[in-house]
């Protein structure tokens, strides 16, 4: 069994910063790529960043230059940092891990998200 449990998420003005933090806990042996994803209402889920082990990052054309995602991988732990926050942003953030478990097998978790909420 794999939890995956956001923090960090909340109400701010535009052009504000939030940090976002998402902890994997269980039977996880390894952790290939960590990825925050995002939903605005009436809106597709879509992928906002990704890391995977080596520490390679990817990003949304629309969130380049001000989020910046990290791990710490003895934690099983991946950050979102969000500068510069516009009402764009405003949705429910989540948290996708693909893992490794004791055993060898590999599942995609997703956490329970948090609401950021970027108000103008």
């Known amino acids: 069994q794999v939890q995956l449990v956001e923090s960090g998420g909340g109400l701010v003005q535009a052009g504000e910063s939030l940090r976002l933090s998402c902890a994997a806990s269980g039977s996880i042996f390894s952790i290939n790529d960590m990825a925050w994803y995002r939903q605005a209402p009436g809106k597709q889920r879509e992928l906002v960043a990704e890391i995977i082990s080596s520490g390679s990052t990817n990003y949304a054309d629309s969130v380049k230059g001000r989020f910046t995602i990290s791990r710490d991988n003895a934690k099983n732990t991946v950050y979102l940092q969000m500068n510069s926050l516009k009402p764009g942003g405003t949705a429910v953030y989540y948290c996708?891990?693909?893992?490794?478990?004791?055993?060898?097998?590999?599942?995609?978790?997703w956490g329970r998200g948090t609401q950021v909420t970027v108000s103008s």
């Open positions: 996708r891990a693909h893992v490794i478990l004791y055993g060898g097998y590999r599942s995609a978790e």
